[in-house]
Nanobody
Framework: QVRLVESGGGFIQAGGSLRLSCVSSQTIYTANAMGWYRQAPGNQRQLVAYITTGRTGGRTYYSDSVKGRFTISRDSDKNTMYLQMTSLRPEDTAVYLC???????????????WGQGTQVTVSS
């Protein structure tokens, strides 16, 4: 059974940086992309960034709210995806979850492969 495990969250002051990691227990051959989502209390889950891993590997997307501040990357040898977050703001506070998904024609489609999430709290 595939497991995705996030780590790296924490409590940090505004302007600081964190790096999140998402380790997959095995290669997910049905997924050609990986994504980071976040969910704050009372809000819907929001796609933050994704990176393609298949034949078009390395293509990235960022939501407008994090563009220029967050960087997504992956190490295929380690089955690990990262999210480097800089210039953090209080509005970035959320549970961050990783997902294995499908990428097609410019759109990311999440699958049922989710991690348990890691909490990021940014104080003002």
């Amino acid at each position: 059974q595939v497991r995705l495990v996030e780590s790296g969250g924490g409590f940090i002051q505004a302007g600081g940086s964190l790096r999140l990691s998402c380790v997959s227990s095995q290669t997910i051959y049905t997924a050609n992309a990986m994504g980071w989502y976040r969910q704050a209390p009372g809000n819907q889950r929001q796609l933050v960034a994704y990176i393609t891993t298949g034949r078009t590997g390395g293509r990235t997307y960022y939501s407008d709210s994090v563009k220029g501040r967050f960087t997504i990357s992956r190490d295929s040898d380690k089955n690990t995806m990262y999210l480097q977050m800089t210039s953090l703001r209080p509005e970035d506070t959320a549970v961050y979850l990783c997902n294995a998904g499908a990428y097609a024609e410019g759109t990311y489609y999440p699958t049922n492969y989710w991690g348990q999430g890691t909490q990021v709290t940014v104080s003002s």
